[in-house]
């Protein structure tokens, strides 16, 4: 079993839609959550993180971190054909000097 | 970009030459990661450095080696290219001792032939 589970997708909503998207984990240690954006051809950019569980809200970005359940989400609300780009979850914890990727989730907003 | 520089940010090289990535940042950082991006594969660590002459390997290690004579550069050597190592790389720093909250460079393209 993998760290870390990303359903790669690739997943396509209308804008103004919500996306919604989520990251499993197995590793009890982790307790801190990340969650990237990469646009095509450029580094990937730091979007949110948060502290252990719970909820923090940015914007139009939700993210929400469930250690009871080893599960981790994002929500983008009114997408825009901006946010397409693929969203990578990442997290730490457990005095370890690495982080834990998911594999990436492509979102395509169409107009 | 966090300070970070990578250099070059492309690359074509032939299969049995060596090639040295550079990643430089501005900000003092103790800790510098490289990663190779592969589709299917997502973002493996291939090294990282908690220090000046301090590095450790990560999942993907084989076929390189890094150097760190400097706290602001971390250089990344492929000995002899081969194509499997045709892919982009990033550097990247940590930002906090505890939260290993880690900031991206541009990447650089790697082309092996």
């Known amino acids: 079993q993998k760290e870390v589970e990303q359903d790669p997708g690739p997943l396509s909503v209308p804008e103004g839609a919500i996306v919604s998207l989520n990251c499993t984990y197995s590793?009890?240690?982790?307790?801190?959550f990340m969650w990237y954006r990469q646009y095509s051809r450029k580094g990937p950019e730091l979007l949110m993180y948060t502290y252990s569980s719970g909820n923090k809200e940015d914007g139009r970005f939700t993210a929400q971190v469930d250690k009871s359940s080893k599960y981790i989400s994002l929500f983008i609300r009114d997408s825009q054909p901006s946010d397409s780009a693929t969203y990578l979850c990442a997290m730490s914890g457990g005095g370890n000097n690495r982080l834990a990727f998911g594999k990436g989730n492509q979102v395509v907003v169409i107009p | 970009d966090a300070g970070i520089t990578q250099s070059p940010r492309h690359k074509v090289t032939e299969t049995g030459t060596p090639v040295t990535l550079r990643c430089h940042q501005t900000e003092n950082h103790r800790y510098m990661y490289w990663y190779r991006q592969d589709p299917g594969h997502g973002l493996r660590l291939i090294h990282y450095?908690?220090?000046?002459?301090?590095?450790d390997k990560g999942e993907v290690s084989d076929g390189y080696s890094v150097s760190r004579s400097k706290t602001e550069d971390f250089l990344l050597t492929l000995e002899s290219a081969t194509s499997s190592q045709t892919s982009v790389y990033f550097c990247?720093?940590?930002?906090?001792?505890?939260?290993?909250?880690?900031?991206f460079g541009a990447g650089t393209r790697l082309s092996v032939l």
């Open positions: 450095s908690y220090g000046v002459k301090d590095t």
């Open positions: 590793n009890s240690a982790f307790q801190y």
């Open positions: 990247a720093i940590r930002s906090g001792q505890e939260k290993n909250i880690q900031y």
